[in-house]
């Protein structure tokens, strides 16, 4: 690949389009790869070029296409389709459909994007259902990738086994894991357990060639029991939206505790530090994005929030992601039935 | 209530029979009430007097009922009835269920006490299936009831419904709260979102009588954005497993923290009473305890690490639902249009 051409929705997070050019200035400036990294900012000129003039941006090779709506977080998910055509959004992936760019990263309404982009890049052949999965913090080295955690609410076992196939090869082509130990997300170890969708997909994830360690349980995500954890949307969008509040629940008992008295106040200053780590290990913006999975391109969605390091991470995500041809291995992988070959080449 | 028997199962916990002894004499040694309280220890009589025999126990007016087995925590949930009909749960509840004790407690195997106790003493009228919540630590005054956490994995919104009438009645009878709020588990606010299953009990609880604040997402189970949440039996027990599991997971942290450096390791050393106090607030065991709902008696059921305290208010509970009469009032309740008559009355 002599050259990556990322879109980037200068308009999409909530600190649009500041962090967004921030983060792009710092994927040009730390980039070490032989391919050459062109930044396609798409949102209002205007804006985009006041943003620029407040970094140096002298290494960041871009190009400006003007947007001139932007999606908001408030609007719904088909609103980019539906309605707002000359938004960020739409443009921006129009640009990966048309072959004008690469990928395209967003930290805009998720909704909105996976929606955008599954209609209009359509999906990747064997796919039923493309879906998102998102990292938690765990006690190993990696991090543990859940998946769907919303874009599919009401699964049949096809698609849990979908997922478990797209997350292994994710976590294999982008984290570099091996061979990514599957788990199924159930309410006990046993293969009897669980609802009838659960019980058929273990028995289809048993008979893949996936590294499939059997069903995990909910303490088993923290404990880094398996590398990809398999649940329905419905489940895994409440146990993230339940994981993302653990760290405000923690600053607010730990600020009672010090409001109790002096010296717990004073024990809190220093206790400081070691709090703050452990918050930033919960803190899900750093893993900065994650790829819709099972879709005919390359797009990447990001945290409302997202920093600029985040952002930063969501252009080499991209870039890796279309550097390594994901999209051709799930598919190869969902239309053979030998899945594990295509997920241990090309580490 | 002259008197209130409650059976004990000596055998159940995993420090079984000191911790049920030493919580049955602290039970007797706070109780405060005008009624006598009357324990029945049910289990190896020989244990049961060693263990007795430790402590000061004069205030304690007890009977003992030899049961020649235990139902371990690896037996199926059928064991007792099927096989062990000489063991300590099975006879603690056929105690219950001929009249001799008005309650029965036991922090044995949470499967198999749901299994007899259902089977042996049936469901009150009007109740299809009965559930078990769990308390939550929330920002808030009272933790939040979540149920079902693992009784019923495959819910209709009739169930869920039942649910929240015996959720809502729990937090009223034995918490003391005067219009619970309920919530219905769900990935987002508006009423079109979840599945179809959950759309249809939105609809119910919003024409009952219920104080039904609508959908609530994973996040806003520690924010006590309600009193108590409502959801099927899969997703409860997996929030409650991953919940379970945060104390652990952030001790990992805090420990590789410490480990890091010498001026780390001091700062930890100063940051464990802030620690200590919020992880007893995530320590489960503390709660002591939660009632079946829905069966024809009183049976509470406790974690099998039950500490003495937690037995001590575990005997507590079962004597309020007793006294209260919540089987009458869940009765009055599922079989009246107007619910909340039922769940505000005897406060």
Redesign the interface.
């Known amino acids: 690949m002599k050259n990556c051409r990322i879109a980037v929705d200068a308009m999409g997070g909530d600190f649009a389009p500041i962090n967004e050019i921030h983060g792009a200035i710092l994927a040009a400036d730390y980039f070490l790869e032989e391919t050459e990294l062109e930044i396609i900012l798409v949102g209002n000129e205007g804006k985009i070029n006041s943003a620029l003039s407040q970094f140096d941006h002298s290494r960041l090779k871009y190009t400006i296409v003007h947007a001139e709506e932007v999606v908001t977080m408030d609007d719904e998910p088909t609103a980019a389709i539906k309605k707002k055509k000359e938004s960020s959004l739409y443009k921006g992936i129009e640009l990966v459909l048309k072959g004008y760019a690469d990928a395209f990263i967003s930290a805009g309404n998720t909704g909105a994007v996976l929606c955008t982009a599954t209609v209009m890049l359509g999906r990747v052949a064997g796919v039923s259902r493309p879906t998102i999965g998102e990292f938690f913090?765990?006690?190993k080295e990696y991090p543990v990738l859940v998946l769907d955690v919303?874009a599919n609410?009401?699964c049949k076992p096809r698609h849990l086994y979908e997922f478990a196939v797209m997350g292994a090869i994710q976590a294999n082509q982008i984290y570099g894991l091996e061979n990514p130990r599957v788990g199924l997300?159930n309410?006990g170890e046993e293969k009897s357990k669980?609802?009838?969708v659960?019980q058929e997909t273990y028995r289809l994830l048993r008979e893949s060639n996936l590294n499939f360690i059997g069903n995990v349980?909910?303490?088993?995500?923290?404990?880094g029991a398996a590398d990809v954890v398999v649940?329905d949307?419905?489940?895994g969008?409440?146990?993230?939206?339940?994981?993302?509040?653990?760290a405000?629940?923690?600053k607010?008992?730990?600020k009672k505790?010090?409001e109790s008295n002096f010296i717990?106040k004073l024990?809190?200053l220093?206790?400081m530090?070691?709090?703050k780590?452990?918050f930033k290990?919960l803190d899900y913006q750093e893993y900065g994005g994650v790829p819709i999975l099972g879709i005919n391109g390359v797009v990447i969605i990001g945290h409302g929030k997202s920093s600029p390091r985040a952002i930063q991470n969501m252009i080499y995500k991209a870039y890796q992601f279309v550097k390594k041809d994901v999209n051709g291995k799930i598919e190869k992988a969902l239309n053979s039935p030998t899945i594990s070959e295509h997920i241990e080449q090309d580490l």
Chains 1, 2 share one sequence.
């Open positions: 913090p765990s006690q919303g609410i009401d997300l309410i669980g609802t009838d659960i349980e909910g303490r088993d995500i923290f404990r649940c949307g419905f489940t969008n409440i146990i993230l939206k339940f994981a993302e509040s653990i405000g629940f923690l607010f008992r730990f505790f010090a717990n024990l809190m220093f206790a530090p070691a709090l780590k452990v290990d």
